[in-house]
């Protein structure tokens, strides 16, 4: 019975304590909940608790536990607490009290008992007592009471004296002993039962202290605290209404008691966050809302820390604030974490910006250079049917037409000329800034190029300009570099300083300059230069206008050469072709360590009408003239310069422009080039220098003048001066090659082939001299100028064939063998008798249907038969058993590809045998060497022209073509215009 | 009255080819494939044009199984076919089909089975606009040299006539 009160009591006391936690207490907390006396208490009572930290001040406590609502509902859930367990034990002692009783009704029933036995052994001799006493008996049990009970052992003990007194014999003595006995064993029993009462009235008074039990509770509820506590980085304080400390608790206390309590933080501290921590307090205090709040303190007590203060009013009964409690809990390294978690996610999300940036910047540069590259593709694609345009013009004008007609056609023709160099200018352009743009490394004589160039341009001059060209003796004879490149460069700058100067000179200067030193800062090498340009030269170059006409009139500065130079020039070109095959191995010749580089810079001047200052910035903008006026007046699509620029910046220097308006301006641009060693060189120029006697002063000569013609005629037969009407025919074809950028990279091969079919065939001279003078006759009919025109005819063919310059040459044939060829194409029927005689054997390889039946009738009307073949392996198969005159190879084919089969067939050519194809799995028709091995290998054949037809012009494919060992590439679909073209330079007629 | 609808089917003719131009369907290519036309292969052009057709017709069929094949489409062989009818697109100067072609090609080197998709749905339609456009080029063109050539003999005009 004992131990269900203790559980019992215990269970209640779980409530009761339970309610000391603050109200929202969750479930969870009631794991902590002390009292667990058995288990729970030694384990507390093992931890030594210091109680140093607690600094009360006690006063205020009691004050806090009378005054505030908090205080009182605790002391109320005492008191409660209290009264439950007194209720309890007067519960416990009326238990106690109703056992008690029963006992002693038990007794007294014993007693009854003995007494009727008594009543009964007196009415045995009595007779008639016994109802009355039953009656007596049964009354005293219905007002049995407490008090009464006394009674009746004082009336027990009467009675017994009574029956005492009554008895008599020796019987009833003893039976008055046994009673005795009894008695006093109920009286004994009685007697126990008093001290138990006693006892337990002594418990209970033990028990009922309730000061004690509180202050036990409150012991344990202290302990719990402290355990829990001891080692939590917290201070637990409160502070009453003037802010003043009356109780803290700080585990690492580093202030003495006295020196907090009473004391406002203000008063203990200083420092940053001693005043915000104040103010917020009194904030709470204020507003009577708990609030929760970080503060970095900064004081010298303990350096810089971040505290989470959690901080609560304290109200009085009734409902001011009278203090609050405050809660600090110090979070320092995990502000820093965050804070570092905040920095590193910052950083974070700007490199992910950035990054997004960064792969935006990639994607546009991809596209633009995807746009630029395509472009350069398309430069076949949009090439290819202006060409169409021109070449049927020139077709057109070659019927029958009238002067009306005829003229209409020439501006068709101009126009769409015109077009191509644009178009031809863009491309360049979008080729140098895509990257597709190669520079060729070829040795070349810079005295010539400018000779040449000025040559060129005086040849069209229709101004009365002085052209001089002065080359100093430093600049070396030979030198490396892209020979094409600079050439246009040149020409794009002396063209438009042509362009832009009325009167006076132009000219161009060579010479050598020292490294720039700060050359790899291009941009500080550039400043001077723009500066220096005080006043400027309204220039936009519209060279490309100027360009084919350059070339072709050129020719007439040759006017009065020799014309029994033929041969030297044939065999120049067969050194040139040499070179060209050389240039490679040249080019890994050079970059050996002994070779130097000398920088040349190269200044073209004029006295033209200058550049306002405004203008240079833009000037080399693409699509910009230096004024909307100067682009009306002197046209052109301001994409020369810009080309100069990027050609010149391509090959590492530098473009710069100084210009005085009025007076003229200078174009400078400094390039480095590689010089060959002199024993290197001294071969190769002793072989050229060979045929090249005559031209051996002319080598060093370091300065040229071309003083203005004074040919009234030049410029008064053509307002429009526009000498290219003069030759129509050159005009479809001359652009492609001298313009085309896609070209020209790969071009020098294919130029030399052409030499090499003029050389071989000895009277080509003769052949242009029929042709042009064919052309001439009908110019004359059509023409008024007539007589002007047959003279710049002559002076084209005379020039045609004085070429002493080797460098040049190449270009130069170019031109020639284009001219010679429309002109071919223009006389076709009467070149078609000689051609039937000796047919050249060509083979096209081809594996798509309509490209082979396409090709095969445009040969048919052009007078030859093919034969055709379907793939490369049947290619080799053709060659093996025929000797073939030209092979038009397709690039893209299943078997075997194009390139594959040129290899095979060029190894066959320089080995003589097959060894290669038949490693490469090509079946071949014959045995191949059982045969006449000997024989065939003491012959090897001659190299067979293969020409790849391929669907794709950009340079890369050019490259692969040429690399497999093919000799040039007509691009696809075939059309006339290559296809003659190609045959006039590989079929020897 | 014939005389006159030769005129107007070479009028016709040229203006038919003039759209296809302006849209882009052919390009100059095709002129150079009619130069090639003379007496001695009169029918050259249609010729040529008929066997591309056939030829393409078998492309266009193979590209169509690769693509079904949705497993394991052969890029590469595609890359075949479709080099095979550039090839011979831009032989008669069928610019757009061959557009659509490079198009293709390049969505199938990137493995891109949709792009191809669309690409070959294009190529389709364009093939089938270019086959009925030409069709009908050679239909008018035919009528105009019958009606040339059936200029003189008096009977036949009659005949000839409805279709005019």
């Known amino acids: 019975m004992g131990c269900a009160i203790e559980t019992g009591d215990s269970e209640e006391m779980d409530i009761v304590l339970s309610s000391m936690w603050p109200e929202d207490m969750n479930e969870a907390g009631r794991q902590f909940n ?25 006063n205020r406590l009691m004050e806090l536990a009378s005054y505030t609502d908090k205080g009182n509902w605790q002391l109320a859930n005492l008191v409660r607490n209290w009264e439950y367990k007194q209720e309890n034990a007067v519960r416990l002692l009326r238990e106690e009290l109703d056992t008690l009783s029963r006992q002693q009704r038990q007794v007294e029933l014993k007693k009854l008992e003995i007494l009727e036995e008594h009543r009964f052994e007196r009415d045995r001799y009595g007779g008639s007592k016994r109802p009355i006493s039953i009656l007596d008996e049964n009354l005293k049990y219905l007002y049995q009471d407490a008090p009464r009970r006394k009674r009746d052992t004082v009336f027990q003990d009467e009675k017994i004296s009574v029956d005492a007194e009554y008895d008599s014999g020796v019987y009833w003595k003893q039976h008055a002993m046994n009673l005795e006995k009894l008695l006093e064993a109920s009286l004994r029993r009685e007697q126990v039962l008093m001290g138990k009462l006693q006892e337990s009235i002594e418990k209970l008074e033990k028990q009922s202290t309730p000061v004690e039990e509180l202050s036990q509770v409150l012991i344990r509820a202290d302990n719990f605290l402290h355990f829990v506590l001891q080692n939590a980085p917290v201070v637990i304080g409160h502070q009453d209404k003037e802010l003043r400390y009356r109780f803290i608790f700080n585990h690492f206390p580093s202030l003495r008691e006295e020196d907090i309590i009473g004391k406002t933080d203000a008063e203990i501290f200083t420092g940053s966050g001693v005043k915000e921590s104040q103010d917020f307090k009194q904030e709470v205090l204020e507003k009577g809302l708990p609030a929760k709040r970080e503060i970095t303190f900064e004081t010298e007590l303990f350096g810089s820390k971040t505290f989470l203060i959690y901080v609560e009013p304290v109200f009085s009964k009734a409902g001011e604030t009278i203090g609050v409690n405050y809660m600090g809990m110090e979070v320092t390294d995990q502000v820093r974490k965050r804070e570092k978690m905040a920095k590193i996610r910052e950083e974070m999300a700007v490199q992910k910006a950035k990054e997004t940036e960064l792969n935006k910047t990639i994607h546009i540069t991809e596209e633009s250079m995807r746009a630029k590259e395509m472009l350069a593709t398309m430069s076949h694609e949009i090439r290819s049917p202006l060409s169409g345009v021109v070449s049927m013009a020139e077709i057109l004008s070659n019927t029958k037409l009238d002067k009306e007609q005829r003229q209409q056609v020439n501006v068709m023709m101009s126009s769409g000329d015109l077009v191509l160099r644009i178009i031809n200018d863009i491309l360049d352009l979008s080729k140098v800034e895509s990257g597709v743009m190669k520079l060729e490394a070829a040795k070349f004589r810079p005295r010539e190029v400018v000779k040449h160039v000025l040559q060129t341009a005086a040849a069209s001059l229709q101004k009365l300009l002085t052209l001089e060209g002065n080359v100093a003796d430093d600049v070396p004879v030979e030198v490396v570099g892209d020979v094409l490149r600079i050439r246009q460069i040149l020409t794009n700058l002396v063209s438009n300083a042509i362009k832009f100067t009325r009167e006076g000179k132009v ?18 090498w550039k400043a001077p230069a723009e500066q220096s340009s005080d006043s400027a030269n309204t220039r936009k170059n519209s060279s490309m206008s100027r360009n084919s006409g350059d070339q072709r009139g050129s020719h007439g500065c040759y006017e009065g050469e020799g014309v029994g130079d033929k041969n030297e020039l044939i065999n120049t070109l067969n050194d040139q072709e040499r070179d060209g095959t050389q240039t490679k191995e040249d080019k890994a010749r050079h970059s050996n360590p002994q070779e130097s580089v000398v920088w040349i810079r190269c200044d073209v001047y004029d006295t033209g009408i200058g550049i306002p200052e405004h203008a240079i910035p833009t000037l080399f903008k693409k699509y910009t003239q230096a004024g909307a006026d100067t682009a009306r007046k002197y046209g052109g699509t301001g994409l020369g310069l810009a080309i100069c620029k990027q050609l010149v910046e391509l090959m590492g220097g530098q473009l710069t422009v100084s210009s005085l308006e009025d007076k003229g301006s200078t174009f400078m641009f400094i390039l480095p080039y590689k010089v060959s060693p002199v024993s290197d060189s001294s071969d190769e120029l002793s072989d050229m220098d060979n045929q090249e006697v005559s031209d051996d002063e002319d080598l060093h000569a370091g300065s040229f003048l071309f003083e203005p013609r004074t040919l009234g005629s030049l410029l008064s037969s053509q307002s429009s001066g526009r000498i290219q009407k003069l030759s129509p025919i050159t005009y479809g074809v001359d652009p492609s090659q001298n313009f085309g950028g896609l070209l020209e990279d790969s071009s020098s091969p294919s130029s030399s082939i052409t030499c090499q079919e003029m050389s071989s065939e000895d009277d080509a001279y003769s052949t242009a001299m029929d042709t042009s003078s064919e052309v001439e006759v009908s110019l004359n009919q059509s023409l008024c100028s007539a007589s002007l025109d047959s003279a710049e005819k002559n002076e084209r063919t005379h020039c045609s064939s004085e070429m002493s310059e080797p460098s040049f040459t190449q270009e130069r044939c170019r031109t020639e063998a284009q001219t010679e060829g429309s002109s071919d194409c223009s006389s076709r029927k009467s070149n078609e008798a000689p051609k039937a005689e000796v047919k050249p054997k060509i083979l096209l390889v081809e594996d798509n249907k309509i490209n082979v039946i396409v090709a095969k009738s ?22 093996q058993c025929k000797d073939y005159d030209l092979i038009l190879m397709d690039v893209c084919m299943p078997v075997m590809d194009g390139l594959q089969a040129t290899r095979l067939i060029r190894s066959f050519e320089e080995t003589g045998s097959w060894d290669d194809a038949v490693k490469a799995g090509v079946e071949l028709q014959l045995p191949p060497q059982h045969s006449s091995p000997k024989l065939q290998q003491e012959i090897p054949r001659k190299r067979t022209p293969i020409i790849a037809m391929t669907a794709n012009a950009l340079s890369e494919s050019a490259d692969d073509c040429f690399a497999n060992g093919m000799d040039s590439f007509v691009s696809k679909p075939v059309n006339f215009q290559n296809l003659k073209q190609c045959l006039q330079q590989y079929i020897p007629e | 009255m014939l005389g006159l609808s030769v005129e107007q089917l070479r009028a016709d003719m040229n203006r038919l080819l003039a759209i296809l131009f302006h849209q882009g369907v052919l390009d100059e290519q095709f002129l150079q494939l009619q130069q090639l036309q003379d007496e001695s292969s009169p029918n050259f052009v249609s010729e040529v044009v008929t066997i591309y057709f056939h030829e393409s017709e078998k492309l266009l069929r193979n590209l169509r199984a690769l693509l079904v094949d949705k497993e394991l489409s052969d890029y590469k062989k595609m890359g075949i076919h479709l080099n095979q009818l550039m090839g011979s697109s831009s032989s008669i100067g069928a610019q757009r089909l061959r557009n659509v072609c490079a198009a293709f090609r390049a969505a199938s080197e990137l493995n891109n089975r949709p792009g191809c998709l669309r690409a070959l749905e294009l190529l389709e339609y364009e093939y089938c606009y270019l086959k009925n456009k030409l069709h009908e080029f050679f239909q008018i063109e035919q009528q105009r040299m019958l009606a040339a050539a059936v200029r003189y003999p008096a009977p036949q005009q009659h005949r000839n006539n409805p279709q005019g």
Do not use: W
């Open chain 1, 34 to 58: 002390v009292e667990r006396p058995g288990v729970d208490k030694d384990m507390l009572e093992e931890v030594t608790i210091k109680r140093e930290p607690d600094i009360v001040d006690f």
């Open chain 1, 858 to 879: 445009m040969m048919k009307q052009l007078g030859h038969n093919i034969d055709i073949v379907n793939n490369g392996a049947e290619a080799v198969r053709a060659v």
């Open chain 1, 507 to 524: 000219g161009i200067k060579l010479y050598v300059v020292p490294e720039p030193r700060n050359f790899s800062k291009q941009k500080s």
